[in-house]
């Protein structure tokens, strides 16, 4: 076989070492699906494969499947599509490194234990499945019958798609989320409307935080998809960047104007949520703010004051002085100079606070 000029250094996996170490596994499998994206070496091998009508069973060694793998003939060569493709012309499973640069056996058999359960029917599929659990390792199975790619990793098992398959539910999701980001706006706009006029609640604040949970976990579905398009994915990469950009900074600056110093507790009260616990925004009241939903409530102004153009250590020195957004909007130009040290500064101050007011009472976005 010739030798492939391919760049293989994209297939690196650091696999987990502790099979018991689940967030590791997680994370391990977000890089495997990384590394059959389409434009990857592997997914090419594997997309040829599918088009050749070929099957094939592709195991990644580590030190738990010396057990189960016979047979077979050692290449030890380097890795590249081309080998991977002639090698599966054969009976048996190919054998990669760990990381998977080298193919290290060919025409293997498999003898994993046949009381490891398995979801699957046919002969190839069954044995690849027990090898990635008894194993805690990568097997990857080509179904010439069935035409699918099945990728299982320990107890984790997913079927590989088309790029535009993967790309139609993407921009579905996509729509998905422009219509929660609509919402949000919408609820924020309501929010600044009420922190200018003192009439604030709890609820107004709960239904932001609420949206702003169910955009971040929208776009972890969409992000999923994008670890599955790999290069083909950089407009819905895009697409979400503008959609969710400002998201997380604008809870962190609600979180901070009213929870202070417990900021970061109730953060993570709102991401342990259960989703459909989330749906219903009283809930958010009850555990996050352990408050009646309906009650009157004032910010510290941490984030209108962060949209003016005062300098930080004003925007501190007024924060620090008045700590209540209400007590700040009744304040007097003598209380605003005691604070401010300078006429034109509280000038300068309320000048900007006109214009915000303005703008929030248009409808207009700040």
Do not use: W
Not at 173 to 189: A, S
Not at 196 to 212: M, T
Not at 253 to 282: C, K, Q, S, W
Not at 302 to 326: E, P, S
Request: aromatic share 6%.
């Amino acid at each position: 076989m010739a030798e492939e000029n391919e760049n293989t250094e994209e297939m690196f996996v650091s696999f987990s070492s502790n099979p018991d170490d689940g967030r590791k596994m997680e994370k391990d499998f977000e890089d495997i699906l990384r590394m059959v994206s389409p434009g990857t070496s592997l997914r090419i091998a594997l997309d040829d494969l599918l088009r050749a009508k070929m099957g094939a069973l592709v195991v990644f060694e580590n030190d738990f499947t010396l057990p189960i793998i016979e047979g077979g003939f050692k290449i030890d060569v380097k890795f590249s599509a081309q080998r991977l493709v002639e090698l599966a012309k054969m009976d048996g499973a190919i054998i990669l490194s760990k990381d998977g640069k080298r193919i290290i056996r060919a025409n293997s058999m498999l003898f994993p234990n046949i009381e490891v359960p398995s979801r699957e029917t046919g002969t190839r599929h069954k044995s690849g499945e027990r090898t990635a659990k008894q194993a805690k390792t990568l097997v990857i199975a080509v179904s010439e019958r069935k035409n699918k790619i099945s990728v299982y990793y320990g107890d984790q098992y997913h079927l590989l798609e088309i790029s535009s398959e993967i790309l139609r539910r993407a921009s579905e999701t996509l729509q998905i989320l422009e219509k929660q980001r609509d919402v949000f706006d919408d609820l924020l706009d309501t929010l600044n409307s009420r922190e200018f006029e003192k009439s604030a609640a709890i609820k107004d604040v709960c239904l932001v935080l609420q949206r702003v949970e169910i955009i971040k976990r929208i776009s972890e579905v969409v992000k999923r998809y994008l670890i599955e398009l790999g290069r083909e994915g950089s407009i819905v990469k895009m697409r979400l960047k503008e959609l969710t950009g400002s998201i997380e900074k604008e809870e962190s600056l609600i979180l901070r104007d009213y929870f202070g110093a417990n900021h970061a507790h109730a953060l993570n009260v709102l991401e342990t949520m259960d989703f459909d616990f989330l749906l219903e925004p009283m809930n958010i009241s009850r555990l996050v703010f352990e408050e009646l939903h309906d009650k009157s409530i004032s910010p510290k102004g941490i984030r209108i004051l962060g949209k003016t153009n005062l300098l930080d250590r004003y925007v501190d020195l007024l924060i620090g002085n008045f700590n209540d957004f209400n007590v700040l909007l009744s304040a007097s130009r003598a209380n605003l100079l005691d604070v401010l040290e300078s006429e034109a500064m509280v000038a300068f101050f309320q000048e900007e606070m006109y214009n915000l007011r303005q703008k929030v009472s248009l409808g207009r976005r700040i």
